[in-house]
C-alpha cells in the first residue's frame, strides 16, 4: 500500500511537470518562433499594432462629439473582451473636470488591471517573450485629454470641438504583447449636428490624427476617423457610432469598431451599458458595465 502511494505521489508530480512544461516556452522555442537574429533585444520582435496586441493596448480613441462635457464625474466600469484565443477582463476608470463652462474640460482614462487568457496559437502569433510566456494579468496607461470649445457664437446651429490627448506610458505585460508601455498623443475635431428643435437628437463626425511610438523606428501615424447618431435627453443618453483609424506601417494597424451605448440617469448618477464589435484589424466583442457620479449642476 505504501509502496502504491509513494507511486502516485511520483506520477502527479510527473503530470504537474509534464503539463507545466505544455504551457510554457523555452528561450530556444520563442528564438525559433520569431527567428530570432542572436542580436536583437526581444521587444523588437513584438508587433504594435492593435491585430497583434490585446485589447486596450492601442485602442480607437472613442467617439468626440462635438461638445465639451461642462459637468465633473467620475465613472468605473468592468469590461469582458471575447476574441479568437484571447479573453479579457478589465476595470476601467475615467473621470471629466470642467475649466470653464462650455469652453474647457480634461478628461482622464485607465486601465488599472486586467486579467487575461491567451492561446498557445495567439501567443506565438504575438511573439509573446518567453518569461512572461505565463502571466495573466497586466496594467494599462493612462490617457489624458484636453477638450476645447470652437466657434461658440454658432452653437445654436453646429457644435464643433478640438481634443489633444496623451498617452502617459504607465503600463505592464508588454512582453505577453498586452501593452507598448511607450507614449502615444493624437488630436481631432468633431463636429455636431442637432436634428430636432430640442437639441436631443444629433449627427456627429469625427477627424484627426493619432500616433503612437513603436519598437522598431520612430512612431507610426493614423489618420482617425468617427461618424455616430446621439439622443440626450434628462433621464436616457444612447449613441451609436463607428469609429477607427488607419495606420500607414500596414501591420495590422487599421482597426476599425462599432460601437453602442446606452446610459440611464439618476439624478447625480448614472448606469450604463457599452457593447462594441470589432469590424477590421480588432478582433473582439466586448461589453462594459459602468456607473458615473456627476458633481454640480
Known sequence: MKRNHHLSKVTLCLLFFYSTNLLSQSAEKWASVVEWDGVSPWRQYLIYSALYMGPNAIPVPSMANGVVDSINSFYAAAAIHFGKGDFTRNIKLSANYCLVKDVIAFDLSWVPVEWYQTSDELKQKRHVYYETYNDKDAGGDLYLNTNIQLLNRWK???????????????????????????????????????????????????????????????????????????????????????????????????????NFGIEKIFNQFGASLGVQQGLHDFSYTSLELGTRMRFGK
Not at 488630436?187 to 430636432?196: E, Q
Open 156 to 258: 445654436e446651429h453646429f457644435r464643433l470641438a478640438l481634443r489633444v490627448g496623451y498617452r502617459f506610458p504607465t503600463s505592464t505585460g508588454v512582453g505577453s504583447a498586452r501593452y507598448t508601455d511607450a507614449p502615444g498623443y493624437h488630436f481631432d475635431l468633431s463636429g455636431a449636428k442637432y436634428l430636432s428643435k430640442n437639441k436631443q437628437w444629433k449627427l456627429t463626425t469625427m477627424c484627426g490624427f493619432y500616433a503612437w511610438q513603436v519598437n522598431t523606428f520612430g512612431q507610426n501615424d493614423a489618420f482617425m476617423f468617427g461618424a455616430g447618431i446621439e439622443y440626450n435627453s434628462q433621464k436616457w443618453r444612447w449613441k451609436l457610432n463607428n469609429t477607427g483609424y488607419i495606420g500607414w506601417i500596414g501591420n495590422g494597424d487599421d482597426p476599425v469598431i462599432i
